[in-house]
């Protein structure tokens, strides 16, 4: 992954790595304890920072709440995939819904997919 970041990010990932949402905490706890992944939270790229993102399969997981469909968030969401496309990340998108209903079952769901079983 090119080292893309805009230095405002990195201050605003850190930022948000403080004021994470329930379903991000959850799965993050899940996620940092996998020895065959290894996973950032909050990761700035470019002009955005991912909720999560697996470096070695390029991989990024964005935990998404209702207003990811209200207004023009859906746009913006697109635009911002089409934006992590070009550079190679692909996006994957879990309603915070699912990551609190299963946590377990969503965190062994993205090690299965970026290659750790």
């Not at 991000?24 to 290894?38: F, G, H, P, S």
């Not at 470019?46 to 697996?54: I, T």
């Not at 994957?92 to 209903?101: G, Q, S, Y």
Request: include cysteine.
């Amino acid at each position: 992954m090119p080292r893309l970041k805009h230095q405002r990010n990195v201050a605003r990932a850190r930022q948000l790595r403080g004021s994470m949402t329930l379903p991000e905490i959850l799965l993050w706890q899940r996620l940092r304890r996998c020895e065959d992944v290894k996973f950032r939270r909050q990761h700035p790229v470019g002009p955005y920072v991912l909720d999560f993102y697996c470096a070695a399969v390029r991989v990024c997981i964005e935990v998404d709440g209702i207003v990811h469909d209200m207004g023009t968030r859906p746009a913006r969401d697109a635009v911002r995939d089409d934006w992590l496309a070009g550079q190679g990340v692909r996006v994957m998108r879990i309603a915070a819904v699912e990551v609190l209903r299963d946590v377990d079952g969503v965190a062994a769901a993205l090690v299965r997919i970026c290659g750790g079983e």
